[in-house]
């Protein structure tokens, strides 16, 4: 298990000087500024954790904690990464898994390790099998536990940062009122099925006999994601959209043609995401997200897939950037998706 953490430095100016009063005051799902925020938090869980503590600032969680939870262990292409970021007063926080880096051969791997794991989920009928991305599963159960811990701390008042490498850290004032759960590709995939989870078993995961501080599950606010795959099979999202949580507050982010929500194909069987989903299509204006009726489905065959890379070179040239492409591994890059979740009045996600 490996651990990092930081703590962010005061900046001047913030983007959102009010940022963790919009994080727990906020009541609709959802929210322009908090698709904002939590997609550069995504863009940026691929650095370090200063690095993500210093944009969380930026934004507005000023003097912020942020700590790290990973996990790798290559044999099991497992490569499970996440922020948990405390606001300083310790009333809201942020959990961000990592997605795919371009350069990581393992998690690539486990991106397309579809062989289905079994879960059982409470249903009307009673308990009930449903089958979910083997890959995914296993990257959110790595590292699920010590999150879970880190919540309760964070729920009974207590720092999330580790006391023995932060000795100078002070505790919050307060515990813990809202919780956002967000995460770009792999991310977007692991954030949603760490809600689920949450929501499905809270007996044996979350709940405790001596929880002064309540549930996870009663402080989670929403999901947000940007360019997730589908996490399960159809049964698995049917029954995550009869639940009136998670069908309203997870919230999927789709740019264009990004190819990652198509999968996995149908070839790997029946997938379908659950929850609402927003596109974006160019050349609209910056920040027109359009509410999608039909979830985005499977790529048809495996040669969509082969071809989605010719996106990247296909777009850097002035001859070819105009071909459409049905899959577009391109339009699955982060930047892509800051450009687009930009309010109008910023020029970047540094305000300026």
């Known amino acids: 298990m490996n651990d990092d953490s930081a703590i962010g430095p005061v900046l001047p100016s913030p983007v959102y000087p009010d940022l963790t009063d919009d994080l727990v005051k906020a009541s609709v799902v959802p929210d322009d500024q908090i698709r904002f925020v939590l997609g550069v938090c995504s863009a940026y869980a691929y650095?370090?954790?200063?690095?993500?503590?210093?944009?969380?600032?930026?934004?507005?969680?000023?003097?912020?904690?942020?700590?790290?939870?990973?996990?790798?262990?290559?044999?099991?292409?497992?490569?499970?990464?996440?922020?948990?970021?405390?606001?300083?007063?310790?009333?809201?926080?942020?959990?961000?898994?990592?997605?795919?880096?371009p350069t990581s051969a393992i998690t690539w791997l486990t991106d397309f390790?579809?062989?289905?794991?079994?879960?059982?989920?409470?249903?009307?009928?009673?308990?009930?099998?449903?089958?979910?991305?083997?890959?995914?599963?296993?990257?959110?159960r790595s590292t699920r536990f010590k999150i879970v811990e880190l919540l309760r701390a964070a729920i009974d008042g207590k720092s999330v940062l580790d006391p023995t490498e932060n000795p100078e850290d002070v505790p919050?004032?307060?515990?813990?009122?809202?919780?956002?759960?967000?995460?770009?590709?792999?991310?977007?995939?692991?954030a949603a099925l760490f809600a689920a989870l949450l929501k499905f078993e809270p007996i044996k995961q979350v709940a405790r006999a001596s929880d002064t501080g309540g549930e996870i599950i009663d402080r989670l606010r929403a999901v947000y994601t940007y360019g997730a795959p589908m996490t399960g099979n159809r049964a698995f999202a049917d029954a995550c959209d009869a639940d009136p949580f998670l069908a309203k507050n997870v919230?999927?982010?789709v740019y264009a043609n990004d190819v990652v929500p198509q999968i996995p194909p149908r070839?790997?069987?029946?997938?379908?995401?659950?929850?609402?989903?927003h596109r974006y299509t160019p050349p609209s204006e910056k920040g027109t997200w359009r509410p999608s009726k039909r979830p985005r489905g499977q790529l048809r065959s495996l040669l969509e897939l082969a071809t989605a890379p010719l996106a990247i070179t296909a777009t850097s040239l002035r001859m070819t950037r105009h071909i459409p492409f049905h899959a577009s591994l391109s339009d699955h890059f982060p930047?892509?998706?800051?450009?687009?979740?930009?309010?109008?009045e910023l020029r970047s996600e540094f305000g300026d």
Do not use: K, W
Request: charge should be neutral.
């Open 47 to 101: 650095g370090d954790a200063s690095t993500v503590a210093n944009v969380m600032d930026r934004l507005g969680l000023t003097g912020n904690r942020c700590r790290m939870i990973s996990e790798y262990v290559d044999a099991l292409f497992l490569t499970s990464t996440a922020y948990l970021i405390q606001s300083h007063d310790g009333r809201a926080a942020i959990l961000c898994y990592r997605g795919t880096p």
């Open 113 to 140: 390790e579809v062989e289905p794991v079994t879960i059982t989920l409470p249903g009307p009928a009673g308990p009930s099998v449903r089958r979910v991305h083997g890959g995914f599963y296993r990257n959110v």
């Open 172 to 190: 919050p004032a307060g515990g813990l009122e809202a919780l956002y759960i967000t995460g770009h590709s792999l991310g977007g995939a692991s």
């Open 251 to 253: 919230v999927r982010y």
């Open 267 to 277: 070839a790997a069987g029946s997938y379908r995401h659950f929850g609402q989903e």
């Open 335 to 344: 930047q892509y998706y800051l450009d687009a979740l930009t309010p109008d």
